[in-house]
């Protein structure tokens, strides 16, 4: 792409993900037609990635205030206050398209993308985690991806330095031609300390820092606003490559030289680099801004305007400084061997001016860039709720016992080990709960004070109804926060869907947004920050709806945290949580009995936020007050699963007796009824116990006790929990060494 | 004890490292600056883990030639004690300070995760809070934690008891040779080991083992 006299006609406008109508709002706001690079820039701004064209009007509808929340959506990152005067930092962003196309890039830019994201706020980051999605196991792709996503992953975050502590790693055929990689970070500030990216004052020098600018990314933000057809592979040179060494600079760089007072705003260069960093840092100032090309550091010569404003090189910042300050800063960046240069400056026009060699190479209202971006109420279909499924419709299996240990090597259920060894987890020397807790847990300070992290979607509950589905990721989300002893604080979201222009899916996606605000709004627990991500086809299928939550909670005292392993033998085993066995959506359902998701008609168990709220708050309460030797929320899999799990990490068997009641004995134990835990205690403590969670009308059950070597389970005979953790840690090492077909 | 950790640009266990040595020695470590010639008075220097240059070239290879090396060379000469931890074990190998390298993981990936180390020589200034033969947990985290020497130089080492700690009970997580986490140059002052004893110091971490290796080289130098 090269000369500015290039024609503009419809077919160069399509090229750039521009609609006709789309066009003819850009011709009546200018009044003229648009020169190539003003082109590139509408693209940029108004692309879905960008500009939120399909979900803003329903992102309105979430809860987004708290006496927390200092800095919710709109920023870099969302801002939390966690008292004495500090507050954490976070958000999560999705670089699916990007880790399809090259798995070991995409995964690392991510990571790179959204670390940054956290210290231009001005936060140290001290927590990351991802969610990432592959399609099934036995497609010929998934295992170059998985094991190029899980390399770049640790890859960037390992070099930079931040502690990776969890997250989700699951295969479904939907996801064969279309990954997820969701990557959550969170950074520690103090309240005074934070950055914003809205530019204050004329005349002001503009600077760009970091690493130079190259022809990669070009049209990348583009290229994530549209489906993959046949030539993904084609699509590879719109992939930036990462460089966390840069990165590990620019963060020290950058916390110096805020701390030196010269930084007035900053703004990170992610999506659509140049282009859209200088148009929200002026946009939001309500200040005009001139960038002039020729003061750009790039790494290749020879670049247009049109690319250095579109190119989406990595590690890369713009600030707006105190112009006292710029010697001093500039001789923090040459310490840090970073490109430091003065590229431009506010002006009081409102207008965003480019020049490069002499020219004038776009001029456009700067407010109208990023305000009168197309907005649409695309039309949506109802969702279903699906279909009751009674529990004795459903096959039961002959040996309860057989079909957990299988259940515990299912591909969504065996241990993620394999992955996140390959992840620094323990760096900065925090890390209290890494990968494989109910959430991860982390220290701040020496004050006794930690925090909690968890990231949470189950897909396939979210496609046989979006709006339980959404409920139930803030719920799980939430829950599992709680299981550590965290009050959960607030929360982020990443919603991965198909095509917005198709009815079926916006009714996905809005039933979704429903179900999270109506949990979020129950459970006091605000959405600070987030991202969308659409147009997740490949040759006209959707992948499965995948509203991912990061939740964070805060705990006062790390003293107290509760831990998933049964700690000694002779305990009290507690169901908290009223188990009717509800199947439908299940993992037995899918997995034992063998019902593909994409067929199932059955309704996701429902989620009663009253109760999940109850349950939650008394669970908290209970760990806080140094009641409870051990906790685990229930989730995939059910009640077997868990105490599975339990007795696995604590390398202790149980012995469980309950009657089930009327609930059939396999529906009672793979059930997913929603607001239950599991915990153990002293059978000193069990009579006080339950009268006090008789008292707030919860339901607690003794189900067992703990002991032995074994797992004793009605219906099942005796299981080793040796026998049981050799098949949940085996299946993953085994998928990935596996010769190939 | 005074004690300094030097910085390289993409050092990254510095952090951890400073907060160690401050807890175990009660006295706060000097971060010196890779471009520097000449490092304070301090009876402990210490190269800290990281993705020094980004492990660009080969890791440790381009931290090995900053200005600073000069002078750690020159305090190792000087019989002041050094440590290298991971990246800073993989830089001591390529200054020549330690014999051997540090080649990729055997199986060619990350590796995260608690191994078991056991104290193979109990009477150097870095071990010698240890009994012989004591078995302790340590989390490692290297990508290059590899160790090779030919033949002749490992038996050297071995004769010698220069190979301070070894991965015991079945957990080398890197294919090193003979087992071997941690080695001493030949005075016995300048030691560089792949695990992390600077992640094992609290109970937090999983346990306090890691302090050993810190109390004895404050016990050394008393």
């Known amino acids: 792409m090269s000369t500015s006299n290039l024609a503009i006609t419809p077919a160069l406008v399509a090229e750039h993900g521009l609609k006709p109508d789309e066009y003819q709002r850009i011709l009546d706001l200018i009044g003229r037609e648009p020169s190539l690079t003003e082109l590139g820039i509408f693209s940029a701004m108004w692309n879905e990635h960008c500009s939120y064209k399909s979900s803003k009007k329903w992102l309105r509808t979430l809860p987004t205030t708290g006496p927390r929340v200092v800095v919710g959506p709109g920023e870099n990152a969302g801002v939390v206050d966690i008292n004495d005067g500090q507050v954490i930092v976070f958000k999560m962003e999705s670089h699916n398209h990007p880790s399809y196309i090259s798995p070991y890039q995409g995964a690392a830019t991510g990571v790179g993308g959204i670390l940054r994201d956290v210290f231009t706020m001005g936060a140290r980051p001290v927590a990351a985690l991802n969610a990432l999605r592959f399609g099934a196991p036995d497609h010929p792709l998934t295992r170059h991806i998985v094991s190029g996503v899980v390399g770049g992953v640790g890859g960037y975050g390992n070099s930079f330095g931040v502690p990776t502590v969890g997250g989700e790693v699951n295969f479904d055929p939907s996801y064969n031609g279309n990954c997820l990689v969701n990557a959550f970070a969170a950074g520690l500030a103090d309240a005074d300390g934070i950055f914003l990216s809205e530019a204050r004052g004329v005349g002001l020098p503009i600077v760009y820092l970091g690493s130079k600018t190259g022809r990669d990314g070009i049209h990348g933000a583009t290229m994530a606003s549209a489906e993959f057809g046949e030539d993904a592979e084609e699509k590879r040179p719109t992939v930036q490559i990462g460089d966390p060494f840069a990165e590990k600079l620019l963060l020290e760089a950058c916390l110096e030289l805020m701390a030196s007072g010269a930084v007035v705003a900053i703004q990170d260069m992610g999506a659509a680099g140049l282009t859209c960093s200088a148009v929200e840092m002026g946009a939001k100032g309500d200040l005009g801004v001139e960038l002039d090309l020729d003061k750009v550091p790039c790494r ?67 407010k109208e860039l990023g305000d009168q971006a197309p907005e649409y109420d695309r039309p949506w279909t109802q969702w279903s709720t699906g279909d009751d499924l009674p529990a004795d419709a459903v096959d039961a299996p002959n ?89 959960p604080l607030a929360a982020t979201d990443n919603l991965n869907f198909g095509n917005p222009e198709k009815p079926e899916i916006m009714g996905q996606l809005v039933g979704c947004i429903k179900g999270i605000g109506e949990a979020c709004r129950a459970l006091d627990f605000p959405i600070v920050s987030g991202n969308v991500s659409l147009y997740n086809e490949t040759n006209g299928k959707g992948i499965l709806p ?37 199947l439908g959506q299940s993992i037995y359902l899918r997995d034992i009995v063998g019902v593909a998701t994409a067929d199932d008609r059955s309704a996701p168990p429902p989620v009663d936020l009253a109760t999940e709220k109850l349950n939650g708050d008394f669970v908290r309460a ?24 339990m007795a696995m990490a604590g390398g202790l068997g149980a012995r469980i007796d309950a009657v089930h009641g009327e609930v059939p004995l396999h529906a009672w134990a793979f059930g997913e009824d929603q ?67 | 004890m005074k004690s300094a950790v030097i910085v390289f640009p993409g050092s990254n266990r510095e952090r951890d490292m400073l907060y160690a040595l401050e807890t175990i020695t009660g006295v706060k470590p000097v971060a010196v600056w890779h471009t520097e010639h000449e490092l304070p008075d301090v009876d402990l220097v210490v190269l800290p883990g990281g993705f020094s240059y980004g492990d660009y070239l080969r890791t440790g290879a381009i931290a090995a030639r900053a200005n600073i090396m000069a002078a750690v060379a020159k305090k190792a000469a000087d019989g002041v004690r050094v440590l290298g931890v991971c990246n800073g074990f993989q830089i001591l190998c390529e200054s020549g300070l330690l014999p051997g390298v540090l080649m990729r993981n055997a199986h ?29 947990p340590c989390p490692v985290a290297h990508g290059d934690g590899n160790y090779f020497a030919d033949a002749e130089t490992v038996k050297r080492l071995e004769g010698e008891g220069r190979v301070s700690l070894r991965y015991a009970n079945g957990t080398n997580p890197n294919g090193s ?35 050993g290796l810190f109390e004895s080289v404050l016990e050394a130098v008393a």
């Open chain 1, 675 to 741: 607001a239950r835990y599991l915990v153990t205690l002293p059978q000193a403590g069990l009579e006080a116990f339950v009268e006090r969670a008789a008292m707030l009308k919860i339901s607690a059950r003794l189900i067992g006790t703990t002991g032995g070597d074994e797992l004793t389970l009605p219906g099942a005979a005796p299981i080793s929990w040796t026998k049981l953790k050799t098949a949940h840690e085996g299946w993953f090492p085994a998928f990935m060494a596996a010769d190939i077909v």
């Open chain 1, 300 to 366: 290749e010569d020879g670049m247009t305007a049109y690319e250095m404003m579109l190119s989406e090189s990595q590690e890369r910042m713009l600030m707006v400084l105190h112009p006292e300050k710029e010697a001093e800063a500039e001789a923090i960046f040459r310490k840090w061997g970073l490109d430091f240069a003065v590229i431009g400056q506010t002006t009081d026009d409102l207008r965003f001016r480019v020049l490069h060699k002499g020219e004038i190479k776009a001029d456009l209202p700067i």
């Open chain 2, 108 to 136: 060619l990936r990350f590796v995260c995760r608690n191994v078991d180390l056991e104290v193979a020589n109990a009477d150097s200034d870095f071990t010698k809070k240890y009994a012989k033969g004591q078995i302790w």
């Open chain 2, 177 to 211: 040779v003979n087992d071997i986490a941690g080695i001493l140059n030949a005075k016995g002052n300048v030691m560089g080991l792949m695990p992390h004893p600077e992640n094992m110091i609290e109970p937090l971490n999983g346990g306090t083992a890691g302090r």
């Open chain 1, 622 to 645: 209970e760990i806080r007050a140094g009641n409870l030797s051990a906790v685990h929320d229930l989730s995939d899999g059910g009640l077997y699963v868990a105490l599975a799990e």
């Open chain 1, 546 to 582: 995948t509203p991912a939550m990061g939740g964070v909670g805060l705990m006062t005292d790390i003293a107290t945290r509760a831990t998933i392993g049964f700690k000694a033998a002779g305990e009290a085993i507690i169901l908290i949580g009223e188990t009717k066995g509800h």
């Open chain 1, 399 to 487: 040996d309860l016992g057989e079909t957990l240990t299988k259940m515990l090597a299912l591909p969504d259920m065996a241990s993620r080990r394999w992955v996140w060894e390959q992840y620094d987890s323990l760096i900065q020397g925090n890390t209290a709960a890494g990968p494989g807790s109910d959430a991860a847990v982390v220290r701040v300070g020496h004050t006794g004070k930690a925090l909690a992290f968890t990231l949470d979607v189950s897909p396939r509950y979210c496609h046989a109804d979006p709006f339980e589905g959404g409920k139930q990721a803030v719920a799980e989300c939430w829950r599992n926060l709680t299981a550590t002893g965290a009050e």
